[in-house]
């Protein structure tokens, strides 16, 4: 079984500040997606990567492969409110579908 | 626009009691599965398809059964409820697997199992 663990669990941060969220595996993806999910609803796509060291910017978020493809990070330059949410990061490669790790809890205050 | 459409989006059932979750996609997907979703547990896969006449097992399939008889549709079906499958339950679809496409969820299904 592929086990994907994100860090932080819970993380609480002010407006403005820059934070990492971490995904690791013993095992190797041949993908690894990020979505992000709020209340009340299904999780949303933000990026898929495919290739060792891959780097992927969509606006103030930064995503990066690691070289081993066994884990990966998001990084969020000047927090908004707006980034509240849950972030999951999924491992692809199955042919039964995604391996999801537990998600972190992201809270943006103003 | 619909996606992915899920209902009911709230049910309550009694220990014993059976009842199908429904969902359908409007984007040609061969690909469907069903997760739950539990506090500190993640997603977790309980059925999944690769098209129609197709049906496997994911992590956590006992208590759960499926069919897809057409591309559209995937119901989930409770046979026999009990307080354990309590969960927030949701449907996904994806052109392909392997995780190279989206996956696109549904809004889900808060189950309450007393």
């Known amino acids: 079984t592929q086990l994907l663990e994100q860090s932080p669990q819970f993380l609480s941060i002010q407006e403005g500040e820059n934070l990492t969220v971490y995904c690791n595996s013993s095992?190797?993806?041949?993908?690894l997606q990020w979505y992000r999910q709020e209340p009340g609803e299904g999780p949303v796509l933000l990026v898929t990567?495919?290739?060792?060291?891959e780097v992927k910017k969509l606006k103030r978020l930064t995503f990066q492969f690691g070289d081993a493809r066994k884990d990966s990070s998001l990084h969020i330059t000047a927090a908004q409110t707006g980034d509240t949410g849950l972030y999951l990061c999924?491992?692809?490669?199955?042919?039964?579908?995604?391996?999801f790790g537990k998600g972190t809890h992201l809270i943006i205050q103003p | 626009n619909a996606g992915v459409t899920q209902t009911p989006k709230f049910q309550v059932l009694k220990t014993g009691q059976s009842m199908t979750l429904q969902c359908a996609q409007d984007?040609?997907?061969?690909?469907m599965s069903w997760y739950r979703q539990d506090p500190g547990m993640g997603l977790r896969l309980i059925h999944y398809?690769?098209?129609?006449?197709?049906?496997d097992q994911g992590e956590v399939p006992n208590g759960y059964n499926v069919s897809r008889s057409t591309t559209e549709d995937f119901p989930l079906r409770l046979l026999s409820a009990a307080p354990s499958q309590t969960s927030v339950y949701f449907c996904?679809?994806?052109?392909?697997?392997?995780?190279?496409?989206?996956?696109?969820f549904g809004n889900g299904t808060r189950l309450t199992v007393t």
């Open positions: 990567v495919v290739t060792g060291g």
């Open positions: 095992s190797v993806f041949s993908s």
């Open positions: 398809s690769v098209g129609a006449g197709i049906t």
């Open positions: 996904a679809s994806s052109k392909m697997t392997g995780g190279y496409s989206p996956l696109h």
């Open positions: 984007m040609n997907h061969e690909y």
């Open positions: 999924a491992g692809g490669g199955g042919a039964d579908g995604l391996t």
